[in-house]
C-alpha cells in the first residue's frame, strides 16, 4: 500500500542494531559489485581463466583473452591485439577486480592471483555465464576442455 514501508526497510532501519549487524560479512560481496565485476567481457574472461588456473602473468593473460577476442590460437595473437588488452587490463580491469577483492595483484612480478571474493564471484559466473554471454562461454570451455583432453 502507498505510503507505508515495506518489511524489508523496517529489517534495515532497525536503529538498535549496530552498523556491524547491518552490514554483510566482509568475507560476502554484496551483489550489485558481483555483477559489475562481470559486467565487461574482458572481466568475464579474466574471471573465466581464474576457473582455469588461479594464478597468471599479466602478459599470459593479455594473450589468452586477446586470442579468444579474435578467435585465434594464442599463438597467432600478434603484438597490437596482445598489446591493446594488457592496456586495458593494466588500466582499467585489473584495478576494478583489486578493489572488489576478486583478485591481488603484484606490480612487481605483475602476477595475478584470486583473492578472497573469487570463489564467489566465479560460482555466480558459472551460474550465468551460458545464458547472458554463450559465445563467451563456448570460448572459455573449449579452451579447458582442450587442457584437460
Not at 591485439?81 to 576494478?96: N, T
Not at 591481488?104 to 578472497?116: H, Q
Not at 555465464?129 to 587442457?147: I, K, P, R, V, Y
Request: proline share 5%; charged share 30%; with cysteine.
Amino acid at each position: 500500500m502507498a505510503g507505508e514501508p515495506d518489511s524489508d526497510e523496517v529489517v534495515t532501519s532497525d536503529a538498535s542494531a549496530s552498523p556491524e549487524t547491518q552490514l554483510p560479512p566482509l568475507d560476502i560481496l554484496e551483489i550489485e559489485p558481483v555483477y559489475e565485476v562481470l559486467a565487461h567481457s574482458r572481466r568475464r574472461y579474466l574471471c573465466y581463466t581464474l576457473l582455469e588456473d588461479t594464478e597468471w602473468s599479466l602478459t599470459d593473460l593479455a594473450t589468452k583473452i586477446a586470442a579468444w577476442e579474435n578467435d585465434v590460437p594464442e599463438h597467432t595473437v600478434t603484438e597490437d591485439q596482445r598489446e591493446e588488452v594488457y592496456a586495458s587490463l593494466y588500466h582499467a580491469h585489473v584495478p576494478k577486480l583489486v578493489d572488489e577483492g576478486v583478485i591481488t595483484f603484484d606490480e612487481a612480478t605483475e602476477t595475478i592471483t584470486t583473492a578472497r571474493h573469487a570463489d564467489q564471484v566465479l560460482t555466480a559466473l558459472k551460474g550465468i555465464g551460458a545464458s547472458l554471454d554463450s559465445e563467451q562461454e563456448t570460448h572459455a570451455q573449449s579452451d579447458m576442455d582442450e587442457q584437460e583432453g
